[in-house]
């Protein structure tokens, strides 16, 4: 037996109330909420790999960063435009893209990818970054670690939650350390 951290997400649901609900990997919130609604809408007969990567270039097309103000552990960490804050239980999400290199799932800790204000073709050709785990060498991102983010938005910042997109910004994540027993080979 393993016990491992859980994240708990305090949001806007879609019907425009405030929800919870618990992850294990990853929530994230900017463009990637929005590959999330995108992928979640369409058939995911091509595998995880090839639905997440059409839904990026899809996305792509007509997504605009988001200004947001970002707080982590009471800390302002980041005002300013955006194309995704990750905060990371684990290392890997979407269908393999390893966003949180050094995420382990019982340190106490969330890592926190902050993707500043890339343009369409620095996604593009990031891609290959993002699914060897070396986006961090990108100048516009920054990482973090902390217990407690919080992001708001006077724009619609899509919110996903390990895989679904349940609502949007404002978001508080809070780790919950130790919160899951779960069965490991020996």
Known sequence: MRRIDIGRATFIDRSGHQAQRLFVNVGDVGFSGAVVERVNRSSKALGGFLSYLGGLVTTL??????????????????????????????????????????????????????????????????????????????????????????????DEVLLDLDGEQPGRAPVTFQLLPQALACMVPA
Do not use: C
């Not at 990371?88 to 800790?109: I, S």
């Not at 890339?118 to 060498?137: D, M, Q």
């Open 61 to 154: 097309l007509t997504y605009s960063n988001k200004l947001v103000h970002i707080t982590i552990d009471g800390r302002v960490e980041e005002i300013g435009v955006v194309n995704a804050v990750v905060v990371a239980n684990g290392q890997y999400f979407g269908g393999g893209m390893w966003v949180a290199p050094t995420a382990q799932v019982d340190d106490g800790l969330f890592d926190i990818a902050v993707i500043g204000d890339v343009g369409k073709v620095e996604v593009i050709g990031n891609v290959p970054k993002l699914y060897r785990g070396t986006l961090a060498s990108h100048p516009k991102v920054r990482y973090f670690r902390g217990r407690n983010v919080t992001v708001t938005s006077g």
